[in-house]
């Protein structure tokens, strides 16, 4: 497959993820940006109703997205919570790289996590190729220098993480707009007070910063599984409806 092909195919799988990216996409994000500053908001205002209410808020709007998506949206959106969820309880509950205010798992968390995958989505669609290249080269001098001062060597294994992602995934576009978005989004949550990054991660022993600089790859990687599943899904799920066509014509 030369380059040219392999753009083609990137583009097709960022393109399936979302049936209709084209109607409404600026009004959808700027929904989902008032839903997670808003929210993040909330819940750092109120110490114990912020949450609940943010709880409720944020599963009223990603219901809602649910409900009025095509089949493939919905699968992926499904997926994403899925793996949002058990994401959240390995790295904040068992690993301990980062703790909530409350020291839970907020349940607005997940499909929060969902919600900022479909901005990505929204906003890679439209992004330019060059982007693939220009985030990883951007950072890349910043990465090497908290390395370099024990500031952050966590985050350089986290930005040779992200560099596979962005080498081997089906969507790179995907990959390196959520680079962006998550990092802008800890330092708003980090800022407010949401959530805590552990200044030395548990079990490796290395410096991190408040939040990682390279903290958007945990979220590249989510993204990462949940375009692999539903490729894997779009296959089966067709030779399952052949089956079924089959079946009852005989």
Request: glycine share 8%.
């Given at each position: 497959m030369?380059?040219?092909?392999?753009?083609?195919?990137?583009?097709?799988?960022?393109g399936?993820?979302?049936?209709?990216?084209?109607r409404?996409?600026a009004?959808k994000?700027?929904?989902?940006?008032?839903?997670?500053s808003?929210?993040?908001?909330?819940?750092?205002?109120?110490p114990?109703?912020?949450?609940?209410?943010?709880?409720?808020a944020?599963?009223?709007?990603?219901?809602?997205?649910?409900?009025?998506?095509?089949?493939?949206?919905?699968?992926t959106?499904?997926?994403?919570?899925?793996y949002?969820?058990?994401g959240?309880?390995?790295?904040?509950?068992?690993w301990?790289?980062?703790?909530?205010?409350l020291g839970?798992?907020?349940?607005?968390?997940?499909?929060?996590?969902?919600?900022?995958?479909?901005?990505?989505?929204?906003?890679?669609?439209?992004?330019?190729?060059?982007?693939?290249?220009?985030?990883?080269?951007?950072?890349?001098?910043?990465?090497?220098?908290?390395a370099?001062?024990?500031a952050?060597?966590?985050?350089?294994?986290?930005?040779?993480?992200?560099?596979?992602?962005?080498?081997?995934?089906?969507?790179?576009?995907?990959?390196?707009?959520?680079?962006v978005?998550?990092?802008?989004?800890e330092?708003?949550g980090?800022w407010?007070?949401?959530?805590?990054?552990?200044r030395?991660?548990?079990?490796?022993?290395l410096?991190?910063?408040?939040?990682?600089?390279?903290?958007?790859?945990?979220?590249?990687?989510?993204?990462?599984?949940?375009?692999a599943?539903?490729?894997?899904?779009?296959?089966r799920?067709?030779?399952?409806?052949?089956s079924?066509?089959?079946?009852s014509?005989?």
């Amino acid at each position: 497959m030369n380059a040219e092909s392999r753009t083609l195919h990137r583009r097709h799988d960022l393109g399936t993820l979302f049936e209709r990216t084209g109607r409404g996409a600026a009004a959808k994000s700027l929904l989902i940006v008032v839903a997670i500053s808003g929210g993040l908001l909330l819940d750092q205002t109120l110490p114990f109703w912020g949450q609940v209410l943010t709880n409720v808020a944020v599963w009223a709007l990603f219901l809602h997205w649910l409900r009025a998506a095509g089949s493939r949206e919905r699968v992926t959106l499904t997926v994403c919570v899925f793996y949002a969820t058990l994401g959240e309880i390995f790295l904040a509950l068992a690993w301990g790289l980062y703790e909530y205010r409350l020291g839970n798992v907020p349940l607005f968390v997940p499909p929060g996590h969902a919600l900022l995958f479909a901005l990505g989505a929204l906003l890679a669609a439209r992004a330019r190729e060059w982007i693939v290249w220009f985030i990883p080269a951007a950072v890349a001098p910043f990465v090497c220098v908290l390395a370099l001062w024990d500031a952050d060597t966590f985050g350089a294994l986290l930005f040779a993480l992200f560099l596979l992602c962005l080498r081997f995934g089906r969507a790179p576009r995907l990959y390196a707009v959520m680079f962006v978005l998550a990092l802008a989004m800890e330092l708003y949550g980090t800022w407010l007070g949401n959530w805590t990054w552990s200044r030395t991660v548990p079990w490796l022993g290395l410096s991190t910063l408040n939040p990682p600089l390279a903290a958007g790859v945990f979220y590249c990687v989510l993204d990462l599984l949940v375009v692999a599943t539903v490729a894997r899904r779009g296959p089966r799920a067709r030779a399952a409806a052949i089956s079924t066509e089959r079946a009852s014509a005989a």
